[in-house]
């Protein structure tokens, strides 16, 4: 599976951005798909992942009630909306999708937060 990752920049604190990343396979539909993110100097991060079966979703503690995730199964992608921005959120992120056996990377996106 090739991962796609976009919609990354610089936003100022209090904004919003959306995150896309689009699966180069039909079978995207089977895999748990999420996020990750890793700033300077820090441990990649969980940040958001929903089941392919239930579309379960879960959160890192850190973006709880300001991220949302979901993903269009029709069009191979999952999103990550995040909203109300700070400063720490400045990372790179990284979608994923996982089977059983096996987690894909895509490739990375800057998202920059100003204060």
């Known amino acids: 599976v090739q991962l796609q990752a976009s919609g990354g920049g610089l936003v100022q604190a209090g904004g919003s951005l959306r995150l896309s990343c689009a699966a180069s396979?039909?079978?995207?539909?089977?895999?748990?798909t999420g996020w990750f993110r890793q700033a300077p100097g820090k441990e990649r991060e969980f940040v958001a992942r929903i089941t392919w079966r239930t579309g379960t979703t879960y959160y890192g503690d850190s973006v709880k009630g300001r991220f949302t995730i979901s993903r269009d199964n029709a069009k191979n992608t999952v999103y990550l909306q995040m909203d109300s921005l700070k400063p720490e959120d400045t990372a790179v992120y990284y979608c994923t999708a996982t089977t059983a056996s096996s987690t894909y990377w895509g490739q990375g996106t800057q998202v920059t937060v100003s204060s």
């Open positions: 396979e039909r079978t995207f539909s089977s895999y748990t």
